[in-house]
């Protein structure tokens, strides 16, 4: 993915409101990054990703897991459907399911997930929840690439969140959530620029 005159092709995968995907795409409008967001994929029907999708006039793909055999059989329907628009680069922002190889593999590399931790703490659901029940001082969120176990992936980048005293989980929740809007463009900014390579785990982002 190293930086063209082409904009990067992008789906967003999300499984709920989506404000992550708002953000995204309002960097992109602003032309913070030289990308489109070509595909909304969401496996809820009454999510409001959904909403913002339409109002943005956003292509969006939308599936019921429960009508396929199996994870490999709609994924392998959504790879198909990638492949098919030409997407650069895979953007999971609230997509609650478990992603097998059939999908990891030929995105691999091109594959980044959102997480409200400073992996490799607290993995999995609710790591917002986890930090405060383990009585963590910091938080915080992380971007990292898709390796196929539950955010495993090599580590692009990390923005501490500290913990208060007097945080609940909706507040603390909130305030990681400011955190994201920001970090996530600016990694698929940096993406899209050319400037993040990956060599085994380690994730060199040229300045």
């Known amino acids: 993915m190293s930086q063209s005159n082409e904009p990067l092709k992008i789906a967003v995968f999300a499984s709920g409101s989506g404000s992550n995907f708002q953000a995204l795409a309002e960097a992109i409008k602003r032309e913070d990054i030289h990308a489109s ?11 409001y990703v959904l909403e913002r999708a339409n109002q943005l006039n956003i292509a969006t793909y939308v599936f019921k897991p429960k009508e396929y055999a199996s994870r490999e059989h709609y994924e392998q329907e959504i790879v198909n459907k990638l492949l098919a628009d030409g997407i650069d680069l895979i953007v999971l ?4 399911r478990i992603i097998t190889n059939v999908l990891v593999e030929p995105f691999y590399g091109r594959m980044i997930n959102i997480h409200p931790a400073l992996l490799p703490s607290f993995p999995g659901l609710d790591g917002v929840g986890q930090a405060l029940d383990y009585g963590a001082k910091l938080t915080g969120a992380t971007v990292h690439f898709v390796d196929g176990g539950t955010d495993t992936g090599p580590i692009i980048a990390q923005q501490v969140v500290e913990i208060r005293e007097d945080d609940t989980k909706e507040t603390l929740a909130h305030r990681i959530q400011q955190v994201e809007h920001i970090l996530l463009p600016k990694v698929v900014r940096m993406i899209s620029e050319g400037k993040v390579t990956l060599s085994g785990r380690k994730v060199r982002v040229a300045q």
Do not use: H, N, R
């Open 37 to 47: 967001i070509e595909l909304v994929v969401c496996d809820k029907p009454s999510a």
């Open 93 to 96: 922002a609230g997509y609650m």
